[in-house]
């Protein structure tokens, strides 16, 4: 007879384990379910909106913006198209008519993938929770406010019905560019009625909940588009619409409305956009912001930003550059802090909120030129070494100046002030073109750069906002500071959420470098192309005019402030300005106001002599209308320009040695500092290169 097998005792423990687990947890379930079953009703809740009171001021403490229902129009039930209330709950929250207001088990499921990811990839708010949120608790993600939520979802559902439920969530819900409510948002985003929205603008709307920000289709429409069909493959899936539907609204082009005013009692609404991109970097969405009543303290200057807005309103017009895409950007910030003192993204936010400071990349033209410069005196040239003005060929590609004028043997600061294009290109020749792409790239310069001799006047695409702050590189001794906005965040009750440390500084060029540069740029303003921007103050900065007028450029600081103006077509055509023209005098205009109250501050570097005797050529003596263009215009130096077939030098005079000159600087800086100058990327030997004609 066979022996009998002992049971294993360690598998029966671990089924007992299991049993004890699920009765435990349907024993919470059940406790939680009788508790919130128990809660009472609140009353007159059907009446019930909650009054938004997000406010944004400047630093001194003026009101810019407040977050309130300034697009609001309400909608009863019936007025609200089929399809986009089975689009919302398709979207969020498919079992909206059979739950009681909570779903228990999609919120342990949720705590379980969100802590295997280690982040919230995974929400489990059904639609009466939401609306339990926007009507009485903040958006503070936090175990308290989690488990008042479902306590209010409950008393919600035992107070009114479900479609009363769906109704008041639908029209109070955030749903970006300052609208509440699914009225708002077909009147904003395509000035239609309820009534008369399609499939795919339903789906469109229901899908801006989840992030309004994310998918505001005024700003990223390919990812609004993306989300919109989500939600209509969600429809088909739950058959709330038919396989011919769903494949004619995914086919339909969104057309949006571009006349609405949501920049209404907002005198930076690009500023405010890159408030709330900050604020969500650090952990808020918009509507996180706009809904939970606090109280933002930033970095604005009131005055400055109305003198912003006031100087480009006043010189487009003085230009006669009055149709929409014909449009100006300005950016200003502290080389010393970060600060963002001004922030203009386009002349009307109305018609466009696309940001021509962080988003649109244009050549800048001869404003690239002092990074081929900075560059030449990092390889230990002088400010006074002797240059030739005069015609160059690489390869097949001869550049010329403007006018064909050249003016001979020259100290390298003239040849910046007035702009030479070919001492430009035999600069970039002399040091390498890695070397100018390492110093661009350092000093702030984000967009890709070709390893293309023609960067050297501007052909490659840069942004506002990283060109001033390179530029600010110059104004505080080599330091590259990285911009902010808000300086603090306080609930309605006071509580202070976030408050500005020291923002992000580098150490990224010496400061020999850094007070040769200024010294140099400040030559441009008293003598060159820059004269239109003078403010009568210690200041240094360089124009920029791209091939047929089609960018004009000036980026300028004191030893308080940066400020980068940019004119341009948005379909690319020919501006007609130069960078001497309307930008230097925007920024004049803008800085005489910003500048008040920093004084008349000197840049603390000791005196750097540009005076050297040479030998003038008569074409030299010119006039301010000459200075102002002389050499900033790149017309015709790239585009008639043939493909260079090698990367034969041109006959150079190596520079003389290179005398360092002793600078102090005195700024006050976070503990962080980099110490040390940021090492260059490594050369990279390149074959020989065939020269893009810019577009």
Same mark, same amino acid.
């Given at each position: 007879?066979?022996?009998?097998?002992?049971?294993?005792?360690?598998?029966?423990?671990?089924?007992?384990l299991?049993?004890?687990?699920?009765?435990?947890?349907?024993?919470?379930?059940?406790?939680?379910?009788?508790?919130?079953?128990?809660?009472?009703?609140?009353?007159?809740?059907?009446?019930?909106?909650?009054?938004?009171?997000?406010?944004?001021?400047s630093?001194?403490?003026?009101?810019?913006?407040?977050?309130?229902?300034? +697009?609001?129009?309400?909608?009863?039930?019936?007025?609200?198209?089929?399809?986009?209330?089975?689009?919302?709950?398709?979207?969020?929250?498919?079992?909206?008519?059979?739950? #009681?207001?909570?779903?228990?088990w999609?919120?342990?499921?949720?705590?379980?993938?969100?802590?295997? &990811?280690?982040?919230?990839?995974?929400?489990?708010?059904?639609?009466?929770q939401?609306?339990?949120?926007?009507?009485?608790?903040?958006?503070?993600?936090?175990?308290?406010?989690?488990?008042?939520e479902?306590?209010?979802?409950?008393?919600?559902?035992?107070?009114?019905p479900?479609?009363?439920?769906l =109704?008041?969530?639908?029209?109070?819900?955030?749903?970006?560019a300052?609208?509440?409510?699914?009225?708002?948002?077909?009147?904003?985003?395509? &000035?239609?009625?309820l009534?008369?929205?399609?499939?795919?603008?339903?789906?469109?709307?229901?899908?801006?909940?989840?992030?309004?920000?994310?998918?505001?289709?005024?700003?990223?429409?390919?990812?609004?588009?993306?989300?919109r069909?989500?939600?209509?493959?969600?429809?088909?899936?739950?058959?709330?619409?038919?396989?011919?539907?769903?494949?004619?609204?995914?086919?339909?082009?969104?057309?949006?409305?571009?006349?609405?005013?949501?920049?209404?009692a907002?005198?930076?609404?690009?500023?405010?956009?890159?408030?709330?991109?900050?604020?969500?970097?650090?952990?808020?969405?918009?509507?996180?912001?706009?809904?939970?009543?606090? +109280?933002?303290?930033?970095?604005?200057?009131?005055?400055?930003?109305?003198? *912003?807005?006031?100087?480009?309103?006043k010189?487009?017009?003085?230009w006669?550059?009055?149709?929409?895409?014909?449009?100006?950007?300005?950016?200003?910030?502290?080389?010393?802090?970060?600060?963002?003192?001004?922030?203009?993204?386009g002349?009307?936010?109305s018609?466009?909120?696309?940001?021509?400071?962080?988003?649109?990349?244009?050549?800048?033209?001869?404003?690239?030129?002092?990074?081929?410069?900075a560059?030449?005196?990092e390889?230990?040239?002088?400010?006074?070494?002797m240059?030739?003005?005069?015609?160059?060929?690489?390869?097949?590609?001869?550049?010329?100046?403007?006018?064909?004028?050249?003016r001979?043997?020259?100290?390298?600061?003239?040849?910046?002030?007035?702009?030479?294009?070919?001492? *430009?290109v035999?600069l970039?020749?002399?040091?390498?073109?890695?070397?100018?792409?390492?110093?661009?790239?350092?000093?702030?310069?984000?967009?890709k750069?070709?390893?293309?001799?023609?960067?050297?006047?501007?052909?490659?695409?840069?942004?506002?906002?990283?060109?001033?702050?390179?530029?600010?590189?110059?104004?505080?001794?080599?330091?590259?500071?990285?911009?902010?906005?808000?300086?603090?965040?306080?609930? =309605?009750?006071?509580?202070?959420?976030?408050?500005?440390?020291?923002t992000?500084?580098?150490?990224?060029?010496?400061?020999?470098?850094?007070?040769?540069?200024t010294?140099?740029?400040?030559?441009?303003?008293?003598?060159?192309?820059?004269?239109?921007?003078?403010?009568?103050?210690?200041?240094?900065? #360089?124009?920029?005019?791209?091939?047929?007028?089609?960018?004009a450029?000036?980026?300028?600081?004191?030893?308080?402030?940066?400020?980068?103006?940019?004119?341009?077509?948005?379909?690319?055509?020919?501006?007609?300005?130069?960078?001497?023209?309307?930008?230097?005098?925007?920024?004049?205009?803008?800085?005489?106001?910003?500048?008040?109250?920093?004084?008349?501050?000197?840049? &603390?570097?000791?005196?750097i002599?540009?005076?050297?005797?040479?030998?003038?050529?008569?074409?030299?003596?010119?006039?301010?209308?000459?200075?102002?263009?002389?050499?900033?215009?790149?017309?015709?130096?790239?585009?008639?320009?043939?493909?260079?077939?090698?990367?034969?030098?041109?006959?150079?005079?190596?520079?003389?040695?290179? +005398?360092?000159?002793?600078?102090q600087?005195?700024?006050q800086?976070?503990?962080?500092?980099?110490?040390?100058? #940021?090492?260059? =990327?490594?050369?990279? +030997?390149?074959?020989?290169?065939?020269?893009? =004609?810019?577009?």
């Amino acid at each position: 007879m066979a022996a009998r097998k002992k049971p294993n005792s360690f598998f029966s423990f671990l089924k007992g384990l299991i049993v004890i687990a699920v009765a435990v947890v349907l024993a919470g379930y059940f406790a939680i379910d009788r508790y919130l079953d128990e809660l009472p009703p609140i009353p007159k809740l059907d009446t019930y909106k909650r009054t938004v009171v997000t406010q944004v001021f400047s630093s001194d403490g003026r009101l810019i913006k407040t977050f309130q229902a300034y +697009k609001y129009e309400h909608a009863s039930f019936d007025e609200i198209p089929k399809y986009l209330k089975d689009a919302i709950i398709s979207t969020e929250d498919k079992n909206f008519y059979t739950h #009681k207001g909570y779903d228990i088990w999609g919120i342990a499921r949720s705590i379980i993938v969100n802590t295997l &990811n280690k982040r919230a990839s995974q929400g489990a708010s059904t639609i009466t929770q939401q609306l339990a949120r926007v009507l009485f608790l903040s958006n503070e993600k936090t175990f308290d406010r989690k488990i008042k939520e479902l306590q209010l979802a409950a008393r919600i559902e035992k107070t009114i019905p479900k479609d009363k439920i769906l =109704e008041m969530y639908l029209n109070n819900v955030y749903l970006g560019a300052g609208s509440y409510g699914v009225g708002a948002a077909a009147s904003t985003y395509f &000035n239609k009625k309820l009534s008369q929205l399609t499939l795919a603008e339903c789906a469109l709307i229901a899908g801006l909940p989840q992030a309004p920000s994310a998918y505001n289709p005024y700003k990223y429409l390919a990812k609004a588009e993306k989300r919109r069909n989500k939600v209509l493959k969600r429809m088909y899936i739950m058959n709330t619409i038919t396989k011919k539907e769903y494949e004619a609204a995914l086919k339909e082009k969104t057309v949006l409305k571009r006349s609405d005013a949501v920049s209404i009692a907002n005198i930076a609404p690009y500023f405010i956009d890159y408030v709330l991109k900050e604020l969500e970097d650090l952990g808020y969405k918009e509507e996180d912001i706009t809904q939970g009543g606090y +109280k933002i303290t930033t970095t604005l200057d009131y005055d400055a930003q109305i003198a *912003a807005n006031e100087a480009i309103r006043k010189n487009l017009a003085a230009w006669k550059l009055t149709k929409p895409k014909q449009n100006a950007a300005l950016f200003s910030f502290s080389p010393i802090n970060g600060a963002i003192y001004a922030y203009v993204g386009g002349k009307d936010y109305s018609y466009s909120q696309y940001d021509r400071v962080t988003q649109a990349v244009r050549p800048p033209g001869s404003s690239f030129k002092p990074f081929v410069y900075a560059a030449a005196i990092e390889s230990g040239m002088k400010p006074t070494d002797m240059v030739e003005d005069s015609p160059v060929t690489i390869g097949n590609w001869s550049p010329h100046n403007y006018g064909s004028r050249y003016r001979g043997v020259m100290p390298l600061y003239k040849a910046l002030a007035i702009s030479s294009n070919v001492v *430009a290109v035999k600069l970039i020749q002399q040091v390498g073109i890695d070397a100018v792409i390492d110093m661009a790239k350092s000093l702030g310069i984000t967009t890709k750069l070709k390893k293309d001799y023609t960067i050297s006047l501007g052909s490659n695409g840069v942004r506002l906002y990283d060109m001033a702050i390179a530029y600010g590189t110059f104004a505080n001794g080599g330091y590259r500071v990285y911009p902010y906005s808000v300086e603090k965040l306080e609930t =309605e009750r006071g509580q202070v959420k976030y408050l500005a440390k020291h923002t992000r500084i580098e150490k990224v060029l010496d400061e020999n470098t850094a007070g040769i540069m200024t010294a140099m740029l400040k030559k441009v303003i008293t003598a060159g192309t820059g004269k239109g921007a003078d403010i009568g103050k210690p200041m240094g900065g #360089k124009t920029g005019t791209t091939n047929d007028n089609k960018d004009a450029w000036f980026i300028g600081f004191t030893p308080d402030i940066v400020t980068g103006v940019f004119i341009g077509n948005d379909d690319n055509r020919s501006i007609g300005l130069t960078g001497g023209s309307a930008p230097a005098r925007i920024w004049k205009d803008m800085m005489t106001v910003a500048t008040k109250r920093f004084g008349s501050t000197e840049f &603390n570097y000791p005196e750097i002599d540009l005076n050297v005797n040479y030998q003038t050529n008569a074409n030299e003596e010119e006039s301010q209308e000459d200075a102002e263009q002389e050499g900033d215009l790149e017309q015709n130096n790239v585009t008639n320009a043939e493909r260079i077939n090698s990367q034969s030098q041109q006959a150079y005079v190596p520079p003389q040695s290179f +005398k360092s000159i002793p600078v102090q600087l005195n700024i006050q800086l976070s503990d962080k500092i980099m110490n040390s100058k #940021k090492k260059p =990327e490594q050369e990279v +030997k390149i074959p020989p290169i065939q020269l893009q =004609e810019q577009r």
